[in-house]
C-alpha cells in the first residue's frame, strides 16, 4: 500500500470590500505613503465593516468560496481548523461556529493560536490526521480581523495590518503529492515584544483598561523585525538542506507577509529569486494567519502538480516554521 500523504486539493478566499490606503492613514497617524511604502512594501489592506461582523464572516465566505471551486458536499467534511488571533469569542471556537454557518454538520472543530504562524501550525494538525487514515477532508482556514485590535493612534502598527481569510481543503495522496516535511518552532520568551495582552485570565478586561492604549496590540518594531528575519530566513534554509534541495528545485517560496524586507532576506538566504517568490502585501497588508492561503487564493493558476513549494512564517509567542510540499493539482 502506498503511503498516506495530506495534499492541498483546493484554496478559497476573502477579503472584505473596504480598502485602507497609505493616504488615508496620513490623515490619521504621521507617517506618509513613501515611508510606509519603503519600510513594509503595502500599499493598502482590507478593513471589515459592520456591526457584529466577527472573523467568522470572513471564514464563512472564504469556505463557501472553497467548497464550491472544488465542488464538495460540506456534510463530508470531517473536521475544520481555525487559525486566528482574533476569535469571535473567548468561546465557543470559531471553527465551531464556522462549520454552523456553512453546513458541515458531521465535522468536528477547533481553533489554533499560533499568531502569524498559525496555518502552518494548523496544517500540521490536518496532516497528522489525513496520515493517520482516520480522516479523509479537512478545511484549514488562517483568518484574522486585525483591525479588532489595532490601536489607529500607533503608527507600528497600524500601518500594518489588515483583515482577510484563507481556507484550503486537505485530502489524502498516495503519489508522492502534497506535505513532505515541516519544522515548527517556538520561544515564549519574545512575548513582551509583540502581544495582545488584555481580555485574557491575566488581564481581564475592565472599565480602565477599555479607556486605555492598554487594550490594544502591540508590537516593539525593531526586536520583532531582527528576530523575524534570523528564524524565518534560517528555518526555510533547514528544511530545505534537510530535504536536499537547492534554490533551483524550488518553484515557489510562499512566505507570511508580514514586511517585504523581511520576505527578501528569507529568499536571499535560500537563494531563490524574485520571481519565484509569491507577494501580496502590498494589497492585503499582514492578515496574520490569513497570509500565505490568501497568497495560494491569489495565486493559484501559478501552481502546476508536482512543483516544490516552501512555505515560511514568523509570529508572536515568538512562533516561526517552514513547510515543504509538493503541489497536488493542476489548476483548471
Known amino acids: 500500500m502506498s503511503k498516506i ?12 470590500e473596504y480598502v485602507l490606503t497609505n493616504q488615508e492613514l496620513e490623515k490619521l497617524v504621521e ?8 519600510r513594509t512594501g503595502i500599499k493598502e489592506r482590507r478593513i471589515l465593516k459592520g456591526e457584529g461582523l466577527g472573523t467568522s464572516y470572513m471564514c464563512e465566505h472564504a469556505v463557501r468560496d472553497l467548497l464550491a ?12 481548523i481555525v487559525a486566528t488571533v482574533t476569535p469571535d469569542f473567548i468561546f465557543p471556537s470559531t471553527a465551531n461556529m464556522v462549520g454552523d454557518m456553512v453546513g458541515c ?16 501550525y494548523a496544517m500540521s494538525n490536518a496532516v497528522a490526521y489525513i496520515e493517520s487514515g482516520k480522516y479523509k477532508k479537512i478545511i484549514v482556514i488562517g483568518a484574522d ?5 489595532i490601536n489607529y493612534k500607533d503608527r507600528s502598527t497600524c500601518i500594518i495590518f489588515g483583515d482577510g481569510a484563507g481556507a484550503v481543503l486537505v485530502e489524502p495522496n498516495t503519489e508522492g503529492l502534497g506535505v513532505i516535511d515541516s519544522i515548527l518552532k517556538s520561544d515564549g520568551s519574545g512575548y513582551p515584544h509583540l ?8 488581564y481581564p478586561m475592565t472599565a480602565e483598561l477599555v479607556d486605555s492604549d492598554e487594550r490594544w ?56 529569486g524574485s520571481d ?15 497570509t500565505i492561503p490568501l497568497v495560494f487564493w491569489d495565486f493559484e493558476k501559478k501552481f502546476k502538480k508536482g512543483d516544490n513549494v516552501i512555505l515560511a512564517a514568523f509570529g508572536g509567542g515568538f512562533t516561526w516554521g517552514s513547510m515543504y510540499l509538493k503541489w497536488a493539482y493542476d489548476t483548471k
Open 217 to 272: 496590540a502591540y508590537q516593539d518594531g525593531p526586536v520583532v523585525f531582527k528576530f523575524a528575519v534570523k528564524n524565518m530566513a534560517d528555518v526555510s534554509a533547514e528544511i530545505m538542506e534537510r530535504n536536499s534541495l537547492t534554490g533551483e528545485d524550488i518553484a515557489y517560496l510562499v512566505p507570511h507577509q508580514a514586511n517585504k524586507r523581511i520576505i527578501d532576506a528569507t529568499a536571499n538566504r535560500m537563494d531563490v
Open 5 to 16: 500523504t495530506a495534499a492541498i486539493t483546493g484554496v478559497g478566499g476573502y477579503v472584505p
Open 105 to 120: 454538520k458531521n465535522a468536528f472543530s477547533y481553533d489554533v493560536q499560533a499568531a502569524c504562524s498559525g496555518f502552518l
Open 195 to 202: 502581544n495582545s495582552k488584555v481580555g485574557g485570565s491575566r
Open 69 to 80: 471551486k472544488t465542488n464538495t458536499d460540506p456534510l463530508d467534511i470531517d473536521l475544520i
Open 145 to 149: 480581523k486585525m483591525s479588532s485590535i
Open 276 to 290: 519565484k517568490v509569491l507577494i501580496n502585501i502590498e494589497r492585503y497588508g499582514n492578515t496574520t494567519a490569513a
Open 31 to 38: 507617517t506618509t505613503d513613501e515611508w510606509i511604502l519603503s
